[in-house]
């Protein structure tokens, strides 16, 4: 496995791994509507709690910007055009997603793994850093949320992280830029951060998404799951 920089990838987290059963991954066909992925993940966190399996979503959106718990639709929007808006009860402010960005939602039982909110987002990062370093792509960590590339002057953000948790079960996640079209950054502030850029996996290697989603799964199947 390639390293990357001093604040990058140096190893998947095992704090959030657990001995269970194979942690199933389903990917939605298509471009899945936001509010629909909304729901199915709701009906999972239920399930969750009602002592059902985890499970980890994968998909794909048709072009939406959502909008987190500390978001602010009068600054951070500006000109949404004929893209809709969603307010969305995860953490962080205002993203873009569509055909291109793997979205990935893990429904998960914390209490099962520490029942520590911070530990489990840097683990959500480690695990976009290792997809990154498994193409050659120097992925980093600042103090600010998601996954970056590029120095601090020139610092741009590969990855969005915005969760939500309901009686310690997981809920949202990340979002990957992989092709996806990154013009509709434009129309907003991303994450709030007016000073920082948005890039994209394709910018630095020639990937698919279908090849980043293979990675993806193992990453993930690695990270959150240790059979018993």
Same mark, same amino acid.
């Given at each position: ?53 985890e ?20 600054t ?15 953490? *962080? ?8 960005q ?6 998960l ?74 013009d ?12 920082? *850029? ?24 690695q ?6």
């Amino acid at each position: 496995m390639q390293r990357v920089a001093e604040t990058g990838y140096k190893g998947f987290n095992r704090f959030m791994q657990v001995k269970s059963d194979f942690i199933p991954i389903e990917r939605w066909a298509g471009l899945t509507p936001y509010p629909e992925a909304v729901r199915l993940m709701e009906a999972a966190v239920a399930d969750v709690l009602a002592g059902g399996t985890e499970r980890i979503f994968i998909c794909e959106h048709p072009p939406v910007f959502t909008v987190g718990s500390s978001g602010d639709t009068k600054t951070d929007i500006l000109d949404a055009g004929d893209i809709p808006v969603v307010e969305t009860g995860r953490g *962080g402010k205002i993203t873009a997603h569509g055909p291109g960005q793997l979205v990935v939602y893990p429904i998960l039982d914390l209490s099962r793994r520490g029942k520590d909110l911070r530990a489990y987002v840097r683990t959500l990062q480690e695990s976009v850093l290792e997809v990154l370093a498994d193409f050659g792509i120097d992925g980093r960590l600042t103090d600010d949320v998601g996954v970056w590339v590029g120095d601090d002057a020139s610092s741009q953000k590969i990855a969005a992280v915005g969760v939500r948790v309901r009686r310690w079960v997981s809920y949202h996640g990340f979002a990957l830029n992989v092709t996806n079209d990154l013009d509709v950054y434009k129309r907003i502030i991303p994450c709030g951060l007016a000073d920082k *850029g948005v890039t994209r996996m394709a910018d630095f290697s020639n990937v698919s998404v279908g090849d980043v989603e293979a990675v993806l799964r193992r990453v993930l199947s690695q990270t959150f799951s240790l059979e018993s």
